[in-house]
C-alpha cells in the first residue's frame, strides 16, 4: 500500500525531473538549437526568483485577485445559463449558443475590447476572465443537469414529484461532479485570460504585465521565465484547491445519501 502511494506520487515527478536536469545540463538548449538568452537554466530561474521574491508576490496579489473573482463569478454565470436552458429548453438555448459562440472569440481580441468598453485596470480584466470562464460552466453544467438516472427520475414522476423538488433533490446535486469538472477547466482558463488582459492592460503591475515587460529586456529573460514559473504554481494550487473542495463536498454528499438511504 504504502509502496503504491509512493509510486503514486514519484511517478508524476520524474518526467518535469528529467526535463529540469536536461535544461540545466544545456543538452535540450543543443538539441533544439535554442539559445540561454531566449531559454535560461532553471538555476538562473530559480535565482532570479529569490532575488525578486517580494516584488514577484507582490505582483501575484494583483494578478490572482481578479483571477479568482473572474472564475467565481464566471461560474456563477455559466451555471445560471444551464439553469435557465433546463428550466426554460424552449426559449433558453438561445442564452447556451450566445454564452458559447462569446466563448470562442480569442482572449487576445477580448481584452483590448473590454479596455475600451470598462474604465478603471479591474473592471477589463474581470470582463475577459468571467468570459473565459463561463462557456465551459454553462455546457458541462448543462449536461450534468439534464443527464439523469432515468431510473430515478421515474421514481419521482412516479411520486408526483414537482418540477422544483426534482431540482433540488436530483438536477442540481446530479450536477456536482460536472461543476467540479467546469471549475477545473476553468482554472487554466482564468489565468490564461488574466495574463493576456494584463498584457493589454494600462497598469504597470502583475504577473501578466512582468512577464510582457521583462522578456523584451535584454538581460531580464530569467526574470520573465521567473514570473512565467509562479504562474503555473499559482494555477496548480488554485487547481489543488479545488479538487480538495471537490472530494469533501461530494464525499459529504454521497454520505449524507447513504444516510437517507
Not at 536536469?21 to 537554466?41: A, E, T
Not at 475590447?113 to 460552466?137: D, Q
Not at 431540482?167 to 456536482?176: A, G, M, V
Request: proline residues 5%.
Amino acid at each position: 500500500m504504502k509502496k503504491d502511494r509512493l509510486q503514486s506520487i514519484l511517478l508524476p515527478i520524474l518526467p518535469g525531473a528529467v526535463i529540469l536536469v536536461l535544461l540545466q545540463s544545456g543538452i535540450i538548449h543543443k538539441l533544439l538549437k535554442i539559445k540561454i538568452l531566449q531559454l535560461p537554466k532553471p538555476m538562473d530561474i530559480l535565482v532570479a526568483l529569490t532575488e525578486n521574491l517580494t516584488k514577484i508576490f507582490s505582483d501575484a496579489a494583483v494578478t490572482m485577485f481578479p483571477a479568482v473573482c473572474g472564475l467565481i463569478l464566471g461560474a456563477l454565470l455559466g451555471y445560471g445559463v444551464a439553469l435557465l436552458v433546463t428550466a426554460l429548453p424552449n426559449g433558453g438555448y438561445g442564452c447556451l449558443f450566445i454564452i458559447t459562440m462569446i466563448n470562442s472569440v480569442p482572449i487576445a481580441a477580448l481584452a483590448p475590447l473590454m479596455n475600451r468598453w470598462f474604465s478603471g485596470v479591474l473592471a477589463p480584466k474581470l470582463a475577459v476572465i468571467i468570459i473565459a470562464a463561463s462557456g465551459a460552466m454553462a455546457v458541462n453544467a448543462f449536461r450534468g443537469l439534464n443527464d439523469l438516472p432515468q431510473n430515478v427520475l421515474e421514481l419521482m414522476r412516479v411520486n408526483a414529484a414537482s418540477k422544483l423538488k426534482v431540482f433540488t433533490k436530483l438536477r442540481i446535486p446530479n450536477s456536482l461532479p460536472s461543476v467540479f469538472t467546469a471549475l477545473k477547466i476553468g482554472v487554466p482558463a482564468a489565468m490564461l485570460a488574466t495574463i493576456i488582459a494584463e498584457f493589454f492592460s494600462s497598469e504597470t503591475a502583475g504577473l501578466g504585465y512582468m512577464i510582457k515587460y521583462s522578456l523584451k529586456v535584454g538581460n531580464q529573460k530569467q526574470v520573465g521565465w521567473a514570473y512565467i514559473a509562479v504562474v503555473s504554481v499559482f494555477s496548480i494550487l488554485l487547481y489543488e484547491v479545488i479538487c480538495l473542495a471537490e472530494h469533501l463536498l461530494l464525499k459529504r454528499y454521497r454520505g449524507k445519501r447513504r444516510i437517507n438511504k
